[in-house]
């Protein structure tokens, strides 16, 4: 299991910044993080599985919207 600091997941996340964290969090959209001292991490694999269903949907959603307006 690896887990991953804030700059980290930033980083891996195109450079998004805390608030919009801490806001995907809090939507559902990414997992919340683990306290380990005074520090948070985040599971890379639950932040991968998370990015990935998102994706899917997104995929899903602009298809449906071709469909739509076709």
């Known amino acids: 299991m690896n887990f ?4 980290q997941l930033s980083a891996k996340l195109g450079g998004r910044s805390r608030t919009s964290l801490y806001r995907d ?3 559902g959209r990414l997992p919340a993080p683990m ?3 005074r520090r948070v991490y985040w599971n890379e ?3 991968d599985a ?3 269903e998102y994706r ?3 995929d899903l959603h ?3 919207n071709i469909e739509a307006g076709a």
């Open 50 to 52: 998370a990015v990935q």
């Open 56 to 58: 899917v949907g997104q």
């Open 62 to 64: 602009s298809g449906s």
């Open 4 to 7: 991953i600091n804030f700059e």
């Open 45 to 47: 694999a639950e932040v």
């Open 25 to 27: 969090v809090k939507l």
């Open 35 to 37: 306290k380990m001292g």
